[in-house]
């Protein structure tokens, strides 16, 4: 389901938060002694607040923050029925990108498949560093720039093109193809408002940057940052016996993982 549609019961009830996030989100807790009322948690990104609000049934002083309000509307009526006032835990960041939350308020920072639509990634990362508390961590979560299909028009390759009229072609061949997300299933969209629509998306709300351009950034903020595997993913150990240079940890698998792989975790830490 996507941030225009209405959170539901349903939809709620079926959602998880990755298991690697919660595991590293208790260990931060336990380094910090906190209890989980008193444990601070930013969802950056956060949409209708599903995150956010699976988060407070469990008993964590969850927060998110969202440059697009719009979203809001559909997670307040379910925040309503489980006993939560929405602007108490939901805010939108103003128009210089800064959320309503006083300095080193938090205590862990996540996101999921928002790295990729920040416009300046060095301002919400300046803006996420003076949200974290001392020791406070946190995981984003990720495509890779050079994942072989983009994972919102679900077009193969097109974020690979630079953005004007070679993309936009691609974009064309694709939707001429029927390779597309169907955004309208109710209606019949003509195939030129398909095409504006999805290009507008590719250039202006996807700015895909490498593993290592985003790890970068976080570390110019003084932020440390590292590559995890939030996929599970690696060899039987059969075949990385007989193949050393295909084990998990090798230089070919990593490569291969931070430059194409379905998903990248980067695991943060303030430094101050």
């Given amino acids: ?42 969802d950056w990104g956060c949409g209708r607040g599903k995150t956010v609000l699976w988060l407070r049934e469990q008993g964590y002083a969850a927060y998110g923050v969202d440059v697009d309000s719009r979203p809001f509307a559909n997670g307040i009526d379910l925040f309503r029925r489980k006993g939560y006032r929405f602007d108490e835990c939901i805010g939108a960041l103003d128009q210089r990108g800064i959320a ?69 072609c691609a974009i064309a061949l694709c939707v001429l193809v029927g390779i597309e997300p169907h955004w309208w299933p109710p209606r019949t969209i003509g195939y030129r408002e398909k095409l504006r629509t999805y290009y507008a998306f590719s250039v202006n709300e996807t700015f895909y940057r490498s593993d290592a351009e985003i790890r970068a950034a976080f570390v110019a903020a003084g932020i440390a940052a ?43 830490k303030s430094d101050r």
């Fill in 1 to 42: 389901m996507s941030n225009n549609d209405q959170l539901t019961a349903e939809e709620f009830d079926a959602f998880r938060l990755h298991p690697l996030v919660l595991d590293r989100l208790e260990a931060c807790r336990q380094k910090t002694r906190l209890s989980k009322a008193d444990f601070r948690i930013v």
């Fill in 100 to 168: 309503p939350f006083p300095d080193g308020f938090f205590h862990f920072v996540l996101s999921d498949q928002v790295l990729e639509h920040i416009t300046d990634l060095d301002a919400a990362i300046a803006e996420m560093r003076r949200l974290m508390a001392a020791g406070a961590e946190g995981v984003h979560i990720f495509p890779p720039h050079r994942r072989l299909v983009e994972p919102h028009l679900y077009m193969p390759c097109v974020h690979w093109l630079p953005k004007g009229p070679l993309r936009k």
């Fill in 226 to 268: 590292e590559c995890i595997d939030v996929c599970n993913f690696g060899f039987r150990r059969t075949l990385t016996d007989a193949l050393p240079f295909l084990a998990p940890d090798s230089r070919v698998i990593r490569c291969w993982y931070t430059t194409f792989a379905a998903d990248l975790g980067l695991a943060i």
